[in-house]
Every structure is written in C-alpha cells, then in structure tokens.
C-alpha cells in the first residue's frame, strides 16, 4: 500500500471542514482547545511540504482565530512503519516553508503548531532537538514542540467517544488497522460493523473515498472487496454497485498511467474491459437495465445485450 493511496482518504476526509474539526477536537491538548474558535476555520490548500520533506510527510494546514490572534495549525502525518528520528528538523523546515510564504505576501509571520498523526507498527519515540543545552544558550536555538496523536494510544473502543463524526472514527479506525486491515475487518465482524455503524449515511464522497479505500486494501480483488464490504455495512450491498464503477473508473486511470510507464498498456486496456464486462454482468443479475449498465460502465448498449444472451 503506496503512500498514495493512504494520502486520498486522509487529505480527502480531512479536507472536509466538520472532519477536521471533530479530528481536532480529539486530538489537540485541552488548554490549547480552550482559546481555538473552530467556527473560524479555514481549510488553506496551499502545499508547504518540499520535495525533500514530500516523501515522507503529507500535510493539511488550516487557519483558526485563537484568543484574538490568527494562527495557523499543520497537520502532519507520517506513513512510515517506524518513528522518524529527524521529525524536529523536518518539521522545522516545515515552519520555515510557511512563513516563507507568509512573507512573500506580505503577511505578518504566525505561530505554527505542528501535529503529528502517526500510524506505524513501532513505538513513536519522543525526543528533544537539543540535548544538554545550557540555559545562557537556549535563547539562541529554535527550541519548540510538537503533538503527537499516535493510533497505537487510542483503544477501538474508545475511537467513539474521542471523535463524534462517524467518519473521523472510520478513518482514524482505518488508519490504526491499516498493516492488516482486511484481515482484522474480516476476523472481528462485530466490532468493526459497530465502528463503521453510520457508514451508509455518510455522503457520498466520503463514502465514495472508503469504499475505493479498501478496495485498494483488498488488494483491488473483486471477490475478497464484496466479503470486505459485506462484513463493514451489509446494508450498503445495494449501494456497491454504484460506487464500483467509480473506483474501478478510478484504478483504471491509475492503471493507464502506470501501464504507459511499464510498456503493458495492452495488457492493462484488456484488464479493464475484463472488470467492467464483470460489473455488467453483476448488474444483469440485479435487474439493472442497459442503460443503467451502459452509464456506470460506458459499454455500449449492443455489448450489454450479448451478455444477456
């Protein structure tokens, strides 16, 4: 599972101005939430995360009224599978992009609280920039903190009562399983049906968003997907077809892309007719009409009728 793929739920989820702030409310320290007027946030799509830094952080940065003073939050999460040693000079660089940008507007420089939301195997180890710094000499190092929200701190069921959105749950849930998700999905029904309870009445991109979500986490395998999502919310069966032809549509360009690269665009254009000839039937068998098929899958209508036949 490429960065990438966890990149499209969490900035698409947390881009969702009612997400981020319940993810926020969960994770920032009381004495900080006390001064935040979340009625003021605003969401700043600018990408401060450099190349060097891009590999291995992703960034969602927000600006919120605090007391009477205007800051900005980043929101920083890390994919590694082992804490980053370097965090403080990394996110230090990550100041330093912001208020570059600030100034280059000609904008009055604000404070910058980074968050780290991390959701690897091992421990995340908290150390300081600088060691055995003497107090004459403080004055003159950039000494500043970091908070932490580490997925392995928070127990599932406790997930719930820390986050009020149902999707915030699903997505920190998600993130916290996301070494063996299908497996853990797949061997405890009950406790996951019990995170994912309010699925089906999320809207539709953010429903859209899970559903691609663990397809790619099933290892984009059709049949294990429909176990998956049959565990998840058996409610929502009705609803997978609608939403398969918008995730296949989007591994199929996703599949191009990486098809012209590799040389194997034949081969890749012949998996695609192969999945949606494989929706379509699906669909014959629910009573769907050719034109319903025809709309999800773009086969044409004469296509359609001869795998009736």
Same mark, same amino acid.
């Given at each position: 599972?490429?960065?990438?793929?966890?990149?499209?739920?969490?900035k698409?989820?947390?881009?969702?101005?009612?997400?981020?702030?319940?993810?926020i409310?969960?994770?920032l320290p009381?004495?900080?939430?006390?001064?935040?007027?979340?009625?003021?946030?605003?969401?700043?799509?600018?990408?401060?995360?450099?190349?060097?830094?891009?590999a291995?952080f992703?960034?969602?940065?927000?600006?919120?009224?605090?007391?009477?003073?205007?800051?900005?939050?980043?929101?920083?999460?890390?994919?590694?599978?082992?804490?980053?040693?370097r965090?403080?000079?990394?996110?230090?660089?990550?100041?330093?992009?912001?208020?570059?940008?600030?100034?280059?507007?000609?904008?009055?420089?604000?404070?910058?609280?980074?968050?780290?939301?991390?959701?690897?195997?091992?421990?995340?180890?908290?150390?300081?920039?600088?060691?055995?710094?003497?107090?004459?000499?403080?004055?003159?190092?950039?000494?500043?903190?970091?908070?932490?929200?580490?997925?392995?701190?928070i127990?599932?069921?406790?997930?719930?009562?820390?986050?009020?959105?149902?999707?915030?749950?699903?997505?920190?849930?998600?993130?916290?399983?996301?070494?063996?998700?299908?497996?853990?999905?797949?061997?405890?029904?009950?406790?996951?049906?019990?995170?994912?309870?309010e699925?089906?009445?999320?809207e539709?991109t953010?429903?859209?968003?899970?559903?691609?979500?663990?397809?790619?986490?099933?290892?984009?395998?059709?049949?294990?997907?429909?176990?998956?999502?049959?565990?998840?919310?058996?409610?929502?069966?009705?609803?997978?077809?609608?939403?398969?032809?918008?995730? $296949? %549509?989007? !591994? /199929?360009? +996703? #599949?191009?892309?990486?098809?012209?690269?590799?040389? =194997?665009?034949? &081969? $890749? %254009?012949? !998996? /695609?007719e +192969? #999945?949606?000839?494989?929706?379509a039937?699906?669909? =014959?068998?629910? &009573?769907?009409?050719?034109?319903?098929?025809?709309?999800?899958?773009?086969?044409s209508?004469?296509? =359609?009728?001869?795998?009736?036949?």
């Amino acid at each position: 599972m490429s960065n990438k793929k966890h990149d499209f739920l969490f900035k698409g989820l947390f881009s969702v101005k009612k997400h981020l702030q319940d993810l926020i409310l969960g994770t920032l320290p009381r004495d900080v939430l006390e001064k935040v007027h979340l009625d003021t946030l605003e969401y700043d799509p600018t990408e401060y995360v450099d190349r060097e830094m891009g590999a291995r952080f992703r960034d969602i940065c927000f600006n919120v009224l605090y007391g009477n003073d205007r800051i900005k939050i980043a929101l920083i999460y890390e994919h590694k599978s082992y804490p980053e040693k370097r965090v403080y000079l990394q996110l230090l660089q990550y100041i330093l992009n912001v208020w570059e940008k600030q100034a280059d507007d000609g904008l009055e420089l604000t404070p910058v609280i980074c968050v780290v939301f991390y959701h690897g195997k091992q421990r995340w180890v908290h150390t300081e920039l600088l060691k055995n710094v003497s107090r004459e000499l403080r004055r003159y190092a950039p000494m500043f903190d970091y908070i932490l929200f580490d997925t392995r701190d928070i127990e599932d069921h406790a997930i719930k009562h820390q986050f009020n959105e149902p999707s915030v749950r699903i997505g920190v849930f998600c993130f916290k399983h996301h070494d063996d998700l299908i497996g853990f999905i797949l061997e405890n029904p009950e406790q996951v049906r019990e995170i994912f309870m309010e699925f089906e009445q999320q809207e539709e991109t953010t429903i859209y968003r899970f559903v691609l979500y663990l397809f790619y986490m099933s290892g984009e395998d059709p049949d294990l997907f429909d176990k998956v999502m049959k565990t998840v919310s058996p409610e929502s069966v009705d609803i997978l077809e609608v939403y398969r032809a918008r995730f $296949i %549509e989007e !591994g /199929i360009k +996703q #599949g191009i892309e990486q098809g012209i690269e590799q040389g =194997i665009e034949q &081969g $890749i %254009e012949q !998996g /695609i007719e +192969q #999945g949606l000839v494989k929706i379509a039937r699906n669909m =014959i068998s629910k &009573g769907y009409s050719d034109e319903q098929i025809m709309e999800i899958t773009n086969l044409s209508i004469k296509r =359609i009728q001869s795998l009736r036949d």
